[in-house]
Nanobody, 124 residues
Framework: QVQLVESGGGLVQAGGSLRLSCAGS????????MGWFRQAPGKEREFVATIRWSGGGIYYADSVVGRFTVSRDNVKNTVYLQMNSLKQEDEYHYYC?????????????????WGQGTQVTVSS
């Protein structure tokens, strides 16, 4: 069974940091682009970051540029999202996703596999 499992979410004070992890199982994702998305209740799921299979081709949503960093470890079949200088407006449920292609963009339709997500709560 192919799975993506996110971890690392939780409660953090504004200005703090969290590191999300997304571990793949059931198949290797080393040849696939990976992405992070986030969603608030009742809202559309929005793009956060994407990274190509090679670790290059990184792209971020404007709202997180300079604060979030996406990376991957293909040996561990894991992708990460380092989130610094967190703001209350970063409070979302964060999802990891894998594309079937080596390159993917900002559209969630370009991703095939999804995790269950992890909640990030930012207090003032």
């Amino acid at each position: 069974q192919v799975q993506l499992v996110e971890s690392g979410g939780g409660l953090v004070q504004a200005g703090g940091s969290l590191r999300l992890s997304c571990a793949g199982s059931g198949r290797t994702f080393s040849e696939n682009a990976m992405g992070w998305f986030r969603q608030a209740p009742g809202k559309e799921r929005e793009f956060v970051a994407t990274i190509r299979w090679s670790g290059g081709g990184i792209y971020y949503a404007d709202s997180v540029v300079g604060r979030f960093t996406v990376s991957r470890d293909n040996v561990k079949n894991t992708v990460y999202l380092q989130m610094n200088s967190l703001k209350q407006e970063d409070e979302y449920h964060y999802y990891c996703a894998a594309s079937k292609a080596r390159v993917a963009g900002t559209d969630k339709a370009g991703y095939f596999y999804w995790g269950q997500g992890t909640q990030v709560t930012v207090s003032s």
